[in-house]
């Protein structure tokens, strides 16, 4: 089995995988956690299937270090959420290293050679934040796009799909889940 490059994130109507404001205390940003009820508190039977797969399916995720910096201590406690090992993107390294997590200053190519390195088969997971999965969708290393749509307009914050170029991308729609919650779309990279 030969996992995938999959880039998997929730994100509002208007394309916001974050609102305004982004602290320690609020790493989704101001009203962001309104992204992540079909998660914590409105998760049907389908919700949780495709959180179950997200979870099985993972190798390896990759995050970007302004990510990282700012849940690792208020959000995640402390220590890595994730079942496997999570490759940072950061320009130097941090003062204090945390467990389950491996930090790499050679840019977006190095992070999946070492990730594909550690997958033992499953999926890599580039988890964002946006500029991370920007970076990996214009140099056509994602293989699939994961979304999942959440019927909210946050009207400002972090969007998805900036910073990417004018190029169209173009992707197959896979058939579509819908819960009260969210919309879960799968497209492939179209070759």
């Given at each position: ?32 956690q ?19 797969e ?97 019927p ?16 169209p ?12 919650g ?10």
């Amino acid at each position: 089995m030969m996992g995938k490059v999959i880039a998997e994130i929730t994100m509002s109507l208007d394309g916001f995988i974050a609102g305004p404001g982004i602290t320690h205390k609020e790493p989704m940003g101001r009203n962001g956690q309104v992204l992540h009820e079909w998660i914590f508190n409105k998760a049907t039977e389908a919700d949780k299937k495709w959180l179950d797969e997200l979870m099985y399916t993972t190798g390896t995720v990759i995050l970007g270090h302004h990510t990282y910096s700012t849940a690792i201590d208020d959000a995640w406690g402390g220590g890595s959420p994730f079942s496997a090992i999570a490759f940072v993107l950061c320009h130097s390294l941090p003062a204090k290293p945390v467990r389950g997590f491996v930090y790499v200053t050679g840019g977006i190519e190095e992070a999946l050679i070492r990730a594909k390195g550690t997958a033992a088969g499953k999926n890599i997971w580039v988890m964002g934040g946006a500029s991370v999965i920007q970076q990996y969708v214009k140099a056509g290393l994602i293989e699939e796009l994961r979304l999942h749509i959440v019927p909210v307009l946050l009207m400002e914050g972090t969007r998805l799909f900036e910073n990417i170029g004018c190029d169209p991308v173009e992707w197959i729609k896979e058939p579509v889940t819908d819960t009260p919650g969210a919309v879960h779309i799968v497209l492939r990279a179209k070759k």
